[in-house]
């Protein structure tokens, strides 16, 4: 398996522009993660999807970000606008619970400068 | 979900085993506690996880107390490529997607 993949792996743009970061989970997980990491906050869950489905978005800053997961294959998180302090790395994830045990797997992330 | 306390850093001779504290006395009895790690501009990574009974894969072993106040995490031969950040996680698995509480970890330096 490829792992969790992430695209792109850097995008930088202005303030005001939309940002979409994309995300394939690993085949046959059902969890999927949306991280940020920054050095004064360190890394901080964004929102989770179970089965497809938004379990708990109290993490994500605002309205200005919203993610979809369409199929258990895809999802995107989507900045629109986008400002400097969101630069940040993002971070997918995704797990599967097996054995009554559930690990993440990471994705090698998204570096975003806003300017 | 319980809070663990790490210290910030460590430095270990390469070669060495290396032991990264954490204390989690205010875990639950169905909380699990994990170790990840996270090496510069990468994402974290799966190391080992454990309920009570110490747990050893080919990355690391862990030790649990019998309180299971406080866990270690043991590196037995620790190379350069080690050189990362450490998380001590504990989480109830509830079997349904939960996330996980990273705190901001030790970092550990392997040293030539």
């Known amino acids: 398996d490829a792992g969790v993949i992430q695209s792109p792996r850097h995008e930088v743009t202005e303030m005001g522009q939309e940002v979409t970061l994309r995300c394939k989970p690993i085949?046959?997980?059902?969890?999927l993660f949306w991280y940020r990491q920054t050095m004064m906050r360190g890394l901080e869950l964004l929102i989770y999807?179970?089965?497809?489905?938004?379990?708990?978005d109290s993490g994500m800053p605002e309205d200005r970000f919203s993610a979809k997961m369409p199929n258990a294959s895809f999802s995107t998180l989507k900045i629109q606008p986008s400002e400097p302090r969101d630069s940040a790395v993002y971070f997918c994830?995704?797990?599967?619970?097996?054995?009554?045990?559930?690990?993440?797997?990471f994705g090698p992330g998204t570096r975003l400068l806003v300017l | 979900d319980a809070k663990t306390t790490q210290p910030p850093s460590m430095d270990c001779a390469e070669g060495r085993a290396a032991n990264l504290p954490c204390n989690h006395s205010t875990i639950s009895g169905n909380e699990y506690v994990y170790w990840y790690r996270q090496i510069h501009s990468q994402g974290p990574q799966y190391i080992i996880h454990g309920l009570k009974n110490n747990e050893t894969n080919e990355m690391a072993s862990l030790i649990i107390t019998e309180d299971r106040k406080s866990s270690t995490l043991i590196l037995p031969h620790a190379t350069l490529r080690d050189t990362a950040v450490y998380y001590c996680i504990v989480r109830v698995d509830w079997g349904y997607g939960q996330n996980f509480v990273f705190g901001p970890g030790t970092r550990l330096s392997v040293l030539p």
């Open positions: 999807f179970n089965n497809n489905v938004p379990i708990d």
């Open positions: 994830a995704s797990s599967l619970l097996a054995g009554g045990v559930e690990t993440q797997y």
């Open positions: 085949s046959g997980h059902n969890s």
